[in-house]
């Protein structure tokens, strides 16, 4: 993944590298990603050692995903959000609406982050493995998962894009 950030930097991520890239217009840095995350794939939880550039919210922080959590940084400091804090493993998208929350799309549903506490959402969906959020103009979500289609959210239900009516 890649994303741009305010001040005209390139963020580069994949899942075969060891932390995060940064390109400032000169030259690449290499960011490591603190061990905070553990993935628990298998009997023999690991440090997570990549991330995908998802978004810079409101506030300048970067969000960074994986599959064993999330991490914000802000500049100077990695901070790790994994289960323990009520988020997910397997993370693949994460949004800032309108409003200032950030919403969190995994493997198993969508997270609302209110900068607090995270709220889970999985109701409705049929394949909860979520690839992409998008707020409309009207701060409507959508979400598109995993083999099943896409899906509006109302809030509470996500309703599948061929039952939604207007």
């Given at each position: 993944?890649?994303?741009?950030?305010?001040?005209?930097?390139?963020?580069?991520?994949?899942?075969?590298?060891?932390?995060?890239?940064h390109?400032?217009?000169?030259?690449?840095?290499?960011?490591?990603?603190?061990?905070?995350?553990?993935?628990?794939?298998?009997?023999?939880?690991?440090?997570?050692?990549?991330?995908?550039?998802?978004?810079?919210?409101?506030?300048?922080?970067?969000?960074?995903?994986?599959?064993?959590g999330?991490?914000?940084?802000?500049?100077?400091?990695?901070?790790?959000?994994?289960?323990?804090?009520?988020?997910?493993?397997?993370?693949?998208?994460?949004?800032?609406?309108?409003?200032?929350?950030?919403?969190?799309?995994?493997?198993?549903?969508?997270?609302?982050?209110?900068?607090?506490?995270?709220?889970?959402f999985?109701?409705?969906?049929?394949?909860?493995?979520?690839?992409?959020?998008?707020?409309?103009?009207?701060?409507?979500?959508?979400?598109?998962?995993?083999?099943?289609?896409?899906?509006?959210?109302?809030?509470?239900?996500?309703?599948?894009?061929?039952?939604?009516?207007?």
């Amino acid at each position: 993944r890649i994303l741009e950030d305010n001040a005209g930097n390139i963020w580069f991520g994949g899942r075969t590298n060891e932390g995060v890239f940064h390109y400032d217009g000169k030259s690449i840095t290499n960011l490591k990603l603190p061990g905070l995350i553990q993935y628990e794939n298998g009997p023999s939880p690991k440090p997570h050692s990549w991330g995908w550039p998802q978004l810079q919210d409101k506030n300048g922080n970067l969000w960074f995903s994986s599959w064993g959590g999330a991490y914000r940084y802000d500049g100077k400091t990695f901070t790790g959000l994994s289960t323990k804090d009520g988020l997910s493993s397997n993370i693949t998208r994460i949004i800032e609406d309108k409003k200032g929350n950030i919403w969190i799309g995994a493997s198993d549903g969508l997270r609302r982050y209110d900068g607090k506490t995270f709220t889970y959402f999985k109701d409705g969906l049929i394949n909860p493995w979520i690839w992409e959020i998008l707020e409309d103009k009207n701060e409507n979500l959508w979400v598109g998962t995993r083999e099943n289609g896409i899906y509006f959210f109302d809030g509470k239900t996500f309703i599948n894009y061929t039952e939604y009516k207007h």
